[in-house]
Nanobody
């Protein structure tokens, strides 16, 4: 069993930055790929970024490329999402996910956090 806890969300003005964290618990998490997804009210869950266990390979949605950076520190059991140049359309609940998978398909991830709200004001 793996538990995921997100933190770091909040309210920020357009053009600002936030760093989200996802701490994972559970010995079975070793080797897992992880990802960030987001869901805005009335919209489907959307892929944001993914990273493999070693951190050596990453993937991003086109909408966040060049603005967001995913990383992880397995010694701290934590994954990060550095978000720069935020836009109002980035407003959503951001969720982290983990599983024996790497990619943009949400169904490939077995474990999910509860999410953290990010609100970008114009």
């Amino acid at each position: 069993q793996v538990q995921l806890v997100e933190s770091g969300g909040g309210l920020v003005q357009a053009g600002g930055s936030l760093r989200l964290s996802c701490t994972y618990f559970g010995s079975s998490s070793r080797g897992y790929g992880m990802g960030w997804f987001r869901q805005a009210p009335g919209k489907e869950r959307e892929f944001v970024a993914a990273i493999i266990w070693s951190g050596g390979s990453t993937s991003y949605a086109d909408s966040v490329k060049g603005r967001f950076t995913i990383s992880r520190d397995n010694a701290k059991n934590t994954m990060y999402l550095q978000m720069n140049s935020l836009k109002p359309e980035d407003t959503a609940v951001y969720l982290c996910a983990a599983g024996t998978f790497f990619g943009s398909n949400a169904s490939g991830y077995r474990y999910w956090g509860q999410g953290t709200q990010v609100t970008v004001s114009s």
